[in-house]
């Protein structure tokens, strides 16, 4: 099974950009069949799907919160995948893990993602 790494975690003001990365070891970011995704819990709240890249192309899929604002790539050389969240809001504040999933599956469905990182902690705030 992968093991998957988040780091950014970070403190940031409304309107602000952060970056996360995710680092992927024990299997490779392109392997046939997986989605690799970014999921959210704010405090309080149950965990929801943020953005998700496909193995083969690098398509990427977004959550409507995050479509327009969020951006999902990876680096295959690197094994590492990333998210950039640009005008971030006090409700983006949240845990965020990167996580990866073996379809066939619902990609915007948390339940089906099987592999998960530590999550790290994004606060927004003035």
């Known amino acids: 099974q992968v093991q998957l790494q988040e780091s950014g975690p970070g403190l940031v003001k409304p309107s602000q950009t952060l970056s996360l990365t995710c680092t992927v070891s024990g299997g490779s970011i392109t392997t046939n069949y997986y989605y690799w995704g970014w999921i959210r819990q704010p405090p309080g709240k149950e965990r929801e799907f943020v953005a998700s890249?496909?193995?083969?192309?690098?398509?990427?899929y977004y959550s409507t919160f995050g479509e327009g604002r969020f951006t999902a790539s990876r680096d295959n050389a690197k094994n590492t995948q990333y998210l950039e969240m640009n005008d971030l809001k006090p409700e983006d504040t949240a845990i965020y893990y990167c996580?990866?999933?073996?379809?066939?599956?619902?990609?915007?469905?948390?339940?089906?993602?099987?592999?998960w990182g530590q999550g790290t902690q994004v606060t927004v705030s003035s």
């Open positions: 890249v496909k193995w083969s192309t690098g398509g990427t």
């Open positions: 996580a990866a999933g073996r379809t066939p599956f619902t990609i915007t469905e948390v339940a089906g993602y099987e592999s």
